[in-house]
């Protein structure tokens, strides 16, 4: 199994924890942001003495119920928000 491979599998297994905890009608942007913070902590690698690196993509699967609550919220408006506010943490 691929490093891609075990990474595809923690993020899947961190946010099949989350969708059990919360279920879809109280899942919340800040559920996957949460979620994806606790994935760049677990996965980053130290480079060096002064970097890190950590995984820049990833991936959710969804139901279609999720899907489609996430939808009503504006998938492409909550992908960007994930994204800065994912780069911030990575930076901090």
Known sequence: MS???????????????V??????KDLQPVDFSSALEREIDAEAMPI???H???PNEYRFKLSTPDFDHIEQWGSEALANELADNLTQY???
């Open 52 to 54: 890190t690196v950590a």
């Open 19 to 24: 969708f059990a905890k919360f279920g879809s």
């Open 3 to 17: 490093v891609f491979d075990r990474f595809e599998k923690s993020v899947e297994g961190a946010m099949n924890s």
């Open 48 to 50: 060096g003495r002064d």
């Open 90 to 92: 990575a930076k901090s």
